[in-house]
Nanobody
Framework: QVQLVESGGGLVQAGGSLRLSCAAS????????MKWYRQAPGKEREWVAT???????TYSDSVKGRFTISRDNAKNTMYLQMNSLKPEDTAVYYC??????????WGQGTQVTVSS
């Protein structure tokens, strides 16, 4: 089992920055890919970014160049640094980690609101 606890959301003006955190506990040694998703009101959940256990990162086109996914292995914490935020980035953000055994775990979500 893996438990994920998110933090760092909030209200920010357009052009501002936020850093989301996702702290993992439990069977973290089995994690091999880490992702961030988001879900805006009335929309489906969409993928934002991925980091593999080897450190390879990929981003959706909508956030590429503005968001950075990273992980501090010593703290068992994943981050999403969000810069140049836009009102359309407003959503509930979820971290997701998948184990070698293909079990998927989700954080509880954290609200990000970007005002224009």
């Amino acid at each position: 089992q893996v438990q994920l606890v998110e933090s760092g959301g909030g209200l920010v003006q357009a052009g501002g920055s936020l850093r989301l955190s996702c702290a993992a506990s439990g069977s973290i040694g089995s994690i091999y890919v880490m992702k961030w998703y988001r879900q805006a009101p009335g929309k489906e959940r969409e993928w934002v970014a991925t980091m593999s256990i080897t450190g390879t990162t990929t981003y959706s086109d909508s956030v590429k160049g503005r968001f950075t996914i990273s992980r501090d292995n010593a703290k068992n914490t994943m981050y999403l640094q969000m810069n140049s935020l836009k009102p359309e980035d407003t959503a509930v953000y979820y971290c997701n980690e998948v184990t070698i055994g293909q079990k998927s775990y989700w954080g509880q979500g954290t609200q990000v609101t970007v005002s224009s």
